[in-house]
């Protein structure tokens, strides 16, 4: 997340997006904006991470995806 936004996400994490809609505003929102804008391919793929990142933080520790979990949604 800190490599996406140029940043620590500090508040951030506590204001998890609940929607892809959400999600795709929140990539725009949040995103570094030192370098050029990505594509849309490539701003795509940055919310699939994102997506990914924001389960890893669930409170409760069984609703996180397993390391195995993880590597099958980046794979595909």
Same mark, same amino acid.
């Given at each position: 997340?800190?490599?996406?936004?140029? /940043?620590? &996400?500090? #508040?951030? +994490?506590? *204001? @998890?997006? $609940? $929607?892809? @809609?959400?999600?795709?505003?929140?990539?725009?929102?949040? @995103?570094?904006?030192? &370098? !050029?804008?990505? $594509? *849309? #391919?490539?701003?795509?793929? @940055?919310? %699939?991470?994102?997506? +990914?990142?924001?389960?890893?933080? /669930?409170?409760? &520790?069984? %609703?996180? &995806? *397993?390391?195995? /979990? +993880? %590597?099958?949604? !980046? /794979?595909?």
């Amino acid at each position: 997340m800190e490599v996406i936004m140029g /940043a620590h &996400p500090g #508040d951030l +994490i506590s *204001t @998890l997006p $609940s $929607s892809s @809609l959400e999600m795709r505003l929140l990539v725009k929102d949040v @995103l570094d904006q030192r &370098p !050029l804008p990505p $594509s *849309t #391919d490539v701003q795509d793929k @940055l919310e %699939s991470v994102m997506e +990914i990142a924001f389960m890893c933080l /669930a409170e409760n &520790p069984h %609703s996180r &995806p *397993t390391m195995y /979990a +993880i %590597s099958q949604l !980046l /794979a595909s």
